[in-house]
C-alpha cells in the first residue's frame, strides 16, 4: 500500500527504513531520499513505527538463550 503519495513510498519501503535503522518519521524520510510535502503520511508512518517497535519487542527469546535445566 502506498503510503505517501507525493513521494510514492511503500508500506513495505517505510519498514525497510525502519529495519535498516530508521527510528523517527523525519529519519524514514531521510531513508527514502524524500521531504515532506503535503503532510498527510506522517501519521500513518509513526503507526508503521509504533508497530513494528511493539512487535520487535514481544519476539519470543531464542532459544539458546533460554536455561537449560539441570538433568
Same mark, same amino acid.
Given at each position: ?14 519498514? #525497510? ?12 524520510? #531521510?531513508?527514502?531520499?524524500?521531504? @515532506? ?5 506522517? &501519521? ?6 509504533? &508497530? &513494528? #517497535? ?5 519476539? @519470543? ?5 533460554? @536455561?537449560?535445566?539441570?538433568?
Amino acid at each position: 500500500m502506498y503510503v505517501c503519495l507525493c513521494n510514492g513510498f511503500t508500506c513495505r519501503d517505510v519498514r #525497510r527504513s525502519i529495519e535498516e535503522g530508521a527510528g523517527t518519521v523525519a529519519q524514514v524520510y #531521510r531513508a527514502q531520499g524524500a521531504k @515532506p510535502n503535503c503532510g498527510r503520511c506522517r &501519521e500513518t508512518i509513526s503507526d508503521i513505527l509504533t &508497530e &513494528e #517497535r511493539t512487535s520487535s519487542d514481544s519476539l @519470543p527469546l531464542a532459544s539458546s538463550t533460554l @536455561p537449560i535445566a539441570a538433568e
